[in-house]
């Protein structure tokens, strides 16, 4: 199973919007709306910002959201904030009832 | 409050085993499968496997199949990893985590740092 591809790195200044895309096929990213996204900060354990392609856990921000098309899901951070630099990893489930990861994507905030 | 607590930092030489515990308070343990995941060194993160509520289903990422022994006991709302004949690779930080629905994991532990080296 490989990786889901992310791009390695997306930069904003802080109040814009940006754009992480999570590219899989249709053995899982467009087999199941069943995709998360996580952050991850240096040295800190990932936290879940979004469950099932577009739902938010209680507590945190309105300002991230998810959606997916096809074999493709993205997460989108709008109002960027200085707080908002760290990794972020897409996950999938997968229909060999097995989960994979996206590659990573290094936020900057400009 | 939800909580995974990890077993301590671990040096192992190659070929041994190692066994990470993950012992989880303020949930009905019994309700929710765990994941495993890995992150090496300046590396992204991999999922290792999952284990379901009643711990007789378990789920391994293909590369560690035959290595991996995922495990929980639910008398003392633990769960273990357990990867066997250790290669310098092996070298990571392991989490467990709490799976909300199909993948969303939404507590994790503090992670364990396994060092690999002879």
């Known amino acids: 199973q490989s990786a889901l591809t992310q791009p390695a790195s997306v930069s904003g200044s802080p109040g814009q919007s940006i754009t992480i895309s999570c590219t899989g096929t249709?053995?899982?990213?467009?087999?199941?709306?069943?995709v998360s996204w996580y952050q991850q900060h240096p040295t800190k354990a990932p936290k879940l910002m979004i469950y099932?392609?577009?739902n938010r856990p209680s507590g945190v921000s309105n300002r991230f959201s998810g959606s997916k098309s096809g074999n493709t899901a993205s997460l989108t951070i709008s109002g960027l904030q200085a707080e908002d630099e760290a990794d972020y990893y897409c996950?999938?489930?997968?229909?060999?009832?097995?989960?994979?990861f996206g590659t990573g994507t290094k936020v900057t905030v400009l | 409050q939800v909580q995974l607590v990890q077993s301590g930092a671990e040096v192992k030489k190659p070929g041994a085993s190692v066994k990470v515990s993950c012992k989880a308070s303020?949930?009905?343990?019994?309700?929710?499968?765990i994941h495993w995941v890995r992150q090496a060194p300046g590396q992204g993160l991999e999922w290792m496997g999952i284990?379901?509520?009643?711990?007789?289903?378990?789920s391994y990422a293909q590369k560690f199949q035959g290595r991996l022994t995922l495990t929980r006991d639910t008398s003392t709302s633990t769960a273990f990893m357990e990867l066997s004949r250790l290669r310098r690779d092996d070298t990571a930080v392991y989490y467990c985590?709490?799976?909300?629905?199909?993948?969303?994991?939404?507590?994790w532990g503090q992670g364990t740092l396994v060092t690999v080296s002879s």
């Open positions: 303020g949930f009905t343990f019994s309700w929710h499968h």
């Open positions: 099932d392609v577009g």
């Open positions: 985590s709490r799976d909300l629905n199909y993948g969303g994991a939404d507590y």
């Open positions: 249709s053995s899982d990213v467009g087999a199941y709306n069943y």
């Open positions: 996950k999938s489930y997968t229909v060999s009832n097995r989960y994979v």
């Open positions: 284990i379901n509520p009643s711990g007789d289903i378990t």
